[in-house]
């Protein structure tokens, strides 16, 4: 089956540090990846996604790079800012359905 | 432009009693889904339906029932809550891979 394993957290950063959050997956076929954002009280948010290997997402200045060779679709920041203080989703799509990761809590401080 | 509309945003229900969350999208989508979320669980998907009258279950269906009579609306229901239910709840609609995720319900059983 569809599976996403991403990095636990917490994870708390100073501002303009780098971010890095690991996910990798277990699926059939080639399936479509994806980062969601969810901030505090809200829904979820699509951050950025990926349709086949080697496409690279990117908003707002996150990134993230469909690995097939590695399975892995890792997000990255270069510089965060408080606001970027959220739960972070990796997910991947199968036959229509979304199945996500456990999420990973970033705290970014002043 | 509404989107995903879930109603109520807040819920409190006892032990087995029974209750619909409601889940309106304005955007003509036929694949609609509910999942829930527990704290470092991501999001299971409950249910989910590919369009009126068609409807099949997800990952953790046990518990619950939902209706697709129409395209706009896809309530699920809770027949006899139990303390394990007690979750966020968000309903979301897709089209081809475009996903939009409600608000969210957050309901306790006690």
């Known amino acids: 089956g569809n599976s996403v394993t991403q990095m636990e957290g917490p994870v708390t950063l100073s501002e303009e540090a780098f971010l890095t959050i690991n996910c990798t997956y277990t699926?059939?076929?080639?399936?479509?990846l994806f980062w969601y954002v969810q901030y505090p009280g809200e829904g979820l948010q699509l951050l950025l996604k990926?349709?086949?290997?080697?496409d690279k997402g990117s908003n707002k200045g996150f990134e993230a790079t469909y690995r097939k060779e590695t399975t892995s679709f890792h997000l990255e920041k270069g510089s965060v800012q408080v606001s970027d203080s959220a739960v972070y989703f990796c997910?991947?799509?199968?036959?229509?359905?979304?199945?996500f990761g456990a999420g990973t809590t970033v705290t970014v401080r002043a | 432009n509404a989107g995903v509309t879930q109603t109520p945003k807040f819920r409190i229900l006892k032990i087995g009693q029974s209750m619909t969350l409601q889940c309106t999208q304005d955007m003509n989508h036929n694949y609609m889904y509910w999942y829930r979320q527990d704290p470092g669980m991501g999001l299971k998907l409950i249910y989910y339906s590919v369009g009126a009258g068609i409807t099949d279950k997800g990952e953790v269906p046990n518990g619950y029932n939902v209706s697709r009579s129409t395209t706009e609306d896809f309530p699920l229901r809770l027949e006899l809550a139990a303390p394990s239910q007690t979750s966020v709840y968000f309903c979301?609609?897709?089209?081809?891979?475009?996903?939009?995720f409600g608000s969210g319900t957050r309901l306790t059983v006690v």
């Open positions: 979301a609609s897709s089209y081809q891979e475009g996903y939009t």
């Open positions: 990926a349709t086949k290997a080697d």
């Open positions: 997910a991947l799509v199968n036959d229509y359905k979304l199945s």
């Open positions: 699926a059939t076929g080639y399936p479509s």
